[in-house]
């Protein structure tokens, strides 16, 4: 598309801002502009406020580097969760993830990335040193390994486990299988195998 | 999905105000809020400065109804524009994109919708009444009918059109036909017919 011609120096500047953003281009942002227009002022006033108080005034949690509105997050600071688990994830949508399934009760510790030298992200750019601080000096049983099952994945999981070798420390990782609910037929070779060697006892159900 | 768990109420917020934008949904939401925390603070505070600003500083043209900074907008004030001759279209998108074809030296009207009793829109939610004066008052040459060709679109031409007739003014509207490009075999037969009884004389080019 060519130059757009605006009328509103004030319209074009809202647009242009809106198409910086991931996934969105001219026309979409010029709809997103033209819907603020038709919604209260006060609203829209909400609108702008929060995005700038969150970059200025979201921090990361100082025990496992989540985005946090305090100097330690909701689930560090929850007294029902159990500090001694710790589930090392990539991102914050993660553990957003994990907490979903109402299955985690730990803590978790954000590395905010995976080693992969062809984005040029090495160890000394994630939170391991944090990491290995806090598993040694803190009084953790286990450190369940939560990142993706790829080569910069597997990667990390090995820069980590080395790491903390000397650490009085349990390191589980995910569980990899057959997703529920998949056909046989159509799981790929390497997750069907590794499902069969990690095989599970038959439960009857309750 | 069910309601999701966010370690911080700041981004929290921002998730929930993205949501709300038309075709975002939340997980579009939080990549953009993500997005927003990897930038530098001083232009995400200009981003949301400029959302605020927009809702509370933009005003409509006095004279086409157009979206402007000022009183009267660029196109208006622009005095190497026939004021004489105004095209009248149903949104300030559509201005765009007859100024994106760079074919047009004339003015506009903007009514802000187009009569639709399905929608609950009548001739008093338009800007028909201010149109009507400017033709009156003005110096106006030749009225332009540029809204869509639906039903709604019809209704809106023949309103303009009856409350213009007692004024000397020349009401035209677009061309209809096979689009540049087309193929015959695919285009419509309405759209065809139309093309027939409206042939034009064959240029030999320059």
Redesign the interface.
Known sequence: ??Q????????E??VN?FS?????GQK?A????????K?E?AS???????????????VY?KRCM????TDV???CANPRRDPSLICVVE???D??AI??TMQYNGVYHVLGGIISPMDGVGPADLTVDALEKRVKEGDVAEVILALSTTMEGDTTNFYIARKLKDAAVKISTLARGVSIGDELEYADQITLGRSIIHRQPFEMGE
Not at 20 to 24: A, D, E, M
Not at 30 to 37: D, N, V
Request: net charge neutral; proline share 2%; hydrophobic share 40%.
């Open positions: 598309m060519n757009q011609l605006y009328s509103s120096k004030l319209l500047n809202v801002e910086k953003l991931p996934g969105i979409t010029l709809r997103m502009a033209l819907h603020l227009l919604q002022t829209v006033q909400q609108f702008g406020e929060s995005i700038i108080r969150l970059r200025n005034e979201v949690c989540n985005l946090s509105d997050c909701e689930i991102s914050i949508r553990v957003m907490e979903n």
